[in-house]
């Protein structure tokens, strides 16, 4: 972020103190301005930004009238945001196991999990989210089928998929309605919270409006709905115009030759990120795959011995958190249960110099030779 911000410092504070001239500090003009060429970007007719990711994803519920009685399928290996808003409008998250190679959503189980749902009889199936993990879009063309069959809707997570491709078309675009998130970590991030949802689809697009301004009708004192306040802020639309034009012009393009240098140095020496043919990932996070736990933590002590920074995301899947405690057995998802004991995220962003790259690639390379 730091050496983000140093790029773009001049157009940054340009952008800061123009709007805070403006006096327009809520809903301002680069707010709208802002959601028209995200929405051009992502190839869909309506975006409207929010005051999180986690919104986001509370709104597309809301718009698709999911409540208590209805089954949303997730992954079980993810942010807790997933799920959570899931549970917060009263229906029922299942848990769908992922595929060990890209780390999204496994079809096959998803088409299980539903064909068991169902049969249970508890809940209705009403929707899927399907997650755009770690950067790389989910195998929507399998997921659509799985959807389709069962007269789904698909929501398509794409917190940290911003950027990503299935061919020609962008993430943002591939759910009956997209979410994204503007965390600062995220491809497109911003400097403090905020999100976006996507759609072709006029009414949802028309409730969602409605819904994150306290469920206004034809004025904020008229309100047909009870809604949320969810709204971002035009400081932060106004930095997301400038970053927005560095992640087109070049850091789209600089990540990937991050992601290369990263798969020619710890090829073989690790399990390196798995980006099906046709796909292209923005790279949210390089994530790597180990052996068993102990070569993991071998490796996190001799990368902290360094000065290099590594997170682990996920150290544990959905099913097993105490907040749906009894929702699902033990081993309801045995890929995601493993993953999150072998999973290990090193730095990526557009800014790493070659050289860093070699030496994160030089102590993962030390530490599994002594481990």
């Given amino acids: 972020m730091k050496r983000q911000y140093a790029a773009l410092q001049p157009k940054i504070d340009a952008a800061l103190l123009a709007a805070a001239a403006s006096g327009a500090y809520i809903m301002g003009a680069p707010v709208r301005e802002l959601e028209a060429r995200l929405a051009a970007y992502a190839g869909v007719k309506h975006c409207l930004t929010c005051a999180s ?7 597309a519920l809301k718009a698709l009238d999911i409540g208590p009685g209805d089954a949303v399928f997730v992954p079980d290996f993810t942010f807790f945001a997933t799920a959570e808003t899931v549970a917060l409008e009263g229906a029922t998250p299942v848990f769908v196991d992922v595929r060990g190679d890209t780390f999204n959503l496994d079809a096959e189980d998803l088409e299980q999990k539903i064909s068991a749902t169902c049969k249970a009889g508890q809940v209705h199936p009403k929707a899927v989210i399907a997650v755009d993990l770690f950067g790389l879009p989910a195998d929507y063309p399998a997921i659509r089928a ?9 929501v398509e997570d794409g917190a940290q998929g911003f950027g990503g491709k299935i061919g020609d078309s962008r993430a943002c675009s591939f759910g009956d309605i997209s979410t994204t998130s503007f965390f600062p970590a995220k491809p497109l991030g911003c400097y403090g919270d905020g999100g976006a949802v996507f759609t072709d689809n006029e009414e949802w697009a028309a409730l969602m409006a409605s819904y994150r301004v306290h469920g206004k009708g034809d004025s904020k004192y008229d309100n047909v709905r009870i809604g949320l306040n969810s709204r971002l802020d035009t400081l932060q639309a106004a930095i ?19 992601a290369e240098r990263y798969q020619a140095q710890l090829k073989g020496v690790v399990s390196t990120p798995v980006i099906p043919e046709g796909f292209r990932s923005s790279w949210a996070q390089y994530t790597i795959r180990l052996r068993c736990e102990g070569k993991r933590e071998a490796i996190r002590s001799a990368l902290t011995a360094e000065g290099i920074p590594s997170a682990i995301y996920y150290p544990k899947p959905m099913h097993a958190q105490a907040a749906f405690a009894g929702m699902a057995d033990a081993d309801t998802c045995p890929v995601s249960s493993r993953l999150c004991t072998l999973v290990l995220s090193l730095p990526m962003h557009p800014y790493l110099a070659p050289e860093e790259i070699s030496a994160v690639c030089g102590a993962i390379r030390a530490a599994l030779e002594k481990a």
């Fill in 53 to 59: 990711g986690t919104d986001a994803l509370t709104l």
């Fill in 146 to 154: 799985v959807t389709d069959r069962y007269g789904l809707y698909l």
């Fill in 240 to 258: 997301l115009q400038v970053k927005l034009d560095a992640f087109e012009q070049y850091e789209w393009q600089a990540v990937q030759e991050v």
